[in-house]
């Protein structure tokens, strides 16, 4: 069964650093794109940044020149590296990726990771 297991979150100040990585484990034949959201107490969930299986990235206005994600196919895992984090970045953390999970049909389905909490606090 194909899951996504997120890490690397945690409790930071202001102006500090956190790397989230976000690995998929069983049986996955093709890696598509793959993203990272985030959902605030009482707000939608919202798209942070994406990058695409040719490795494009797009970034939430709000996190562009602080955030940066990369990916690692052979490791089939996505990270968020995330500088000079704000009280407003405060949110649970979920990764999502489009994965082909059958060897026999060349069909991408969504997953989504457990989330993890991100607190910026003093």
């Known amino acids: 069964q194909v899951q996504l297991v997120e890490s690397g979150g945690g409790l930071v100040q202001p102006g500090g650093s956190l790397r989230l990585s976000c690995a998929a484990s069983g049986s996955v034949f093709g890696i598509g794109d793959m993203g990272w959201y985030r959902q605030a107490p009482g707000k939608q969930r919202e798209l942070v940044a994406g990058?695409?299986?040719?490795?494009?990235?797009n970034y939430a206005d709000s996190v562009k020149g602080r955030f940066t994600i990369s990916r690692d196919v052979a490791k089939k895992t996505v990270y968020l590296q995330m500088n000079s984090l704000k009280p407003e970045d405060t949110a649970v953390y979920y990764c999502?990726?489009?994965?082909?999970?059958?060897?026999?049909?060349?069909?991408?389905?969504?997953?989504w990771g457990q989330g993890t909490q991100v607190t910026v606090s003093p």
């Open positions: 990058i695409t299986s040719i490795a494009s990235t």
């Open positions: 999502k990726a489009d994965l082909r999970p059958y060897s026999n049909r060349p069909i991408y389905e969504s997953y």
